[in-house]
Nanobody
């Protein structure tokens, strides 16, 4: 059974940092592209970042470029999203997802077969 579990969310002040983790069981994450998506209340789910399987190609949404960093630790079967210089508009539930094609995208959710349950990130003073 495939399971993705996000952790690391919480309440942080503007300008602060958080590191989200996506731990997998039932699959080997480096065989998959992993995407991070977020959904704020009343808004559609949007892609934040992804990392491909073969070459570790990374993609970032313009809104987070230069502030967020996605990385992979194959030994721990975990993907991370380091979030720095957080803004109030980053407040959302963050989800990780796995795409068996290995390619990855942040413009669509349909390629992703497996999803985590989400972790809340709140940026507020």
């Amino acid at each position: 059974q495939v399971q993705l579990v996000e952790s690391g969310g919480g309440l942080v002040q503007p300008g602060g940092s958080l590191r989200l983790s996506c731990a997998a069981s039932g699959i080997t994450l480096d065989d998959y592209a992993i995407g991070w998506f977020r959904q704020a209340p009343g808004k559609e789910r949007e892609g934040v970042s992804c990392i491909s399987s073969l070459y570790g190609r990374t993609i970032y949404a313009d809104s987070v470029k230069g502030r967020f960093t996605i990385s992979r630790d194959n030994a721990k079967n975990t993907v991370y999203l380091q979030m720095d210089s957080l803004k109030a508009e980053d407040t959302a539930v963050y989800y990780c997802a796995a795409d068996s094609s290995g390619v990855g995208t942040i413009v669509a959710v349909t390629p992703y077969e497996h999803w985590g349950q989400g972790t809340q990130v709140t940026v507020s003073s």
